[in-house]
């Protein structure tokens, strides 16, 4: 099984930058495609952005061109760097994989493993 492990979110003025970092273990890593999710209080959680087993990348419209996921294979590591942090990015943040093959990454019931999640506050 794979665990996960998020780390890197803090408190931030709009306009700055994150990089979310989820360290992963389990021999599987490589065959695993991984998705960012975040929550914010009150609300669904709602996808942000998945990279596929290969490197390919979806990103919901709401972060396009602001928030890049990647990943290291080597150091069994997923990334999601944010720029741009808008108040309305304010959320936990979940790191989130799975073995199986899948046409439906940007939603939640496609992923197996979840991490515990890690704290974005940015304010105005």
């Known amino acids: 099984q794979v665990q996960l492990v998020e780390s890197g979110g803090g408190l931030v003025q709009a306009g700055g930058s994150l990089r979310l970092s989820c360290a992963a273990s389990?021999?599987?890593?490589?065959?695993?495609?991984m998705g960012w999710f975040r929550q914010a209080p009150g609300k669904e959680r709602e996808f942000v952005a998945t990279?596929?087993?290969?490197?390919?990348?979806d990103y919901t419209d709401s972060v396009k061109g602001r928030f890049t996921i990647s990943r290291d294979n080597v150091k069994r590591m997923v990334y999601l760097q944010m720029n741009g942090l808008k108040p309305e990015d304010t959320a936990v943040y979940y790191c989130a994989a799975t073995l199986r093959w899948s046409d439906t990454l940007a939603t939640e019931s496609g992923y197996d493993y979840w991490g515990q999640g890690t704290q974005v506050t940015v304010s105005s």
């Open positions: 389990g021999r599987t890593f490589t065959r695993s495609s």
């Open positions: 990279i596929g087993r290969i490197g390919s990348t």
